[in-house]
């Protein structure tokens, strides 16, 4: 069986991040379907409002950064969970 480079960086980097796993459980690096390597973090904030938490997803052009309360977290988690199931259907 012949492997691309594509495939094996996609196996080493999924293989990184299940070694990761064990150890931060709330950082990950995966290969998405466009073939771009994506860094996934969530990170508790001191602040205000408490619970709050930072999303950061580092991409290999971009970098998304968003802090918000435990109560929108809830809420995006909910409507994702929705959105993502309505094409199972």
Same mark, same amino acid.
């Given at each position: /069986?012949?492997?691309? &480079? *594509?495939?094996? *960086? &996609?196996?080493?980097?999924? !293989?990184?991040? =299940?070694? *990761? *796993?064990?150890?931060?459980? @709330?950082?990950?690096? @995966?290969?998405?379907? =466009?073939?771009?390597?994506?860094?996934? $973090?969530?990170?508790?904030?001191?602040?205000?409002?408490?619970? !709050?938490?930072?999303?950061? /997803?580092?991409?290999?052009? $971009?970098?998304?950064?968003?802090?918000?309360?435990? /109560?929108? !977290?809830?809420? =995006? $988690?909910?409507?994702?969970? &929705?959105? =993502?199931?309505?094409?199972?259907?």
């Amino acid at each position: /069986m012949k492997i691309t &480079r *594509k495939q094996l *960086k &996609r196996y080493i980097l999924e !293989a990184i991040s =299940l070694e *990761k *796993k064990d150890q931060d459980q @709330f950082h990950e690096t @995966f290969v998405n379907e =466009l073939e771009n390597e994506i860094e996934l $973090s969530i990170e508790e904030v001191e602040g205000d409002a408490p619970g !709050a938490l930072m999303i950061t /997803m580092t991409g290999p052009n $971009s970098t998304s950064t968003n802090t918000i309360t435990r /109560m929108e !977290a809830e809420r =995006l $988690s909910g409507m994702l969970s &929705r959105f =993502l199931t309505k094409d199972d259907e």
